[in-house]
């Protein structure tokens, strides 16, 4: 993500159209628009890794998996945001054409300049939407998937699935009923070594 951009407050209609005539993708928030920027190799991997789990899984099954350049319309009025990865099994959903409007999952991969951002004001956000069940937040530099679930009495707890050493653990989607090994997410992705080191 990058700084926000130098333009009047918009209406969310005045953004649509304005981010249709632009070569890069922007998000909105409170009438002000934030350019997007491209991730690293292993933040794509991941993010196409789980596209790929989820496709195999929910196939035939009348859901839409969506990837970065796909919104997610928050309420009526915004905010507009591009998730690294969603799944929307809503009818309402079913002939989206600019944005989806009802995920169940919601999944962003981590970044130095967007963690906050994420962890913080997006997920509140996020937690508007009333057809959400998980949300979760994937480190592409080592085996980690932090899964917040909303719970019986509508509060969100934490899963988190971790590799130490050399075990590998299973990851369970309740949203859409999927277990996977975190080893099938982090497939063919290269680790910084330095990276590792200074964990």
Not at 42 to 55: E, G, R, T, W
Request: one cysteine or more.
């Amino acid at each position: 993500m990058i700084a926000n951009l130098s333009t009047p407050k918009m209406t969310p209609q005045e953004y649509l159209d304005w981010e249709e005539q632009q070569p890069l993708r922007y998000e909105y928030f409170d009438g002000e628009v934030v350019a997007m920027t491209g991730g690293t190799i292993p933040h794509n991997q991941v993010a196409v890794n789980l596209a790929s789990l989820l496709k195999n899984h929910l196939r035939g099954k009348g859901c839409k998996i969506l990837t970065s350049d796909a919104k997610v319309k928050l309420s009526d009025n915004g905010p507009y945001c591009y998730a690294d990865v969603s799944v929307t099994c809503d009818e309402r959903d079913r002939h989206a054409r600019q944005f989806i409007r009802y995920p169940s999952l919601i999944v962003e991969v981590l970044s130095p300049s967007t963690e906050a951002f994420d962890r913080g004001k997006k997920f509140r956000k996020y937690r508007r939407i009333q057809t959400l069940k998980e949300y979760a937040l994937i480190d592409p530099d080592r085996m980690s998937l932090e899964c917040y679930r909303i719970n019986e009495r509508g509060n969100w707890e934490l899963f988190h699935y971790f590799v130490e050493d050399t075990e590998d653990c299973e990851v369970f989607l309740a949203s859409i009923d999927l277990r996977f090994s975190l080893a099938a997410l982090y497939e063919d992705v290269e680790f910084d070594e330095d990276n590792e080191l200074m964990e």
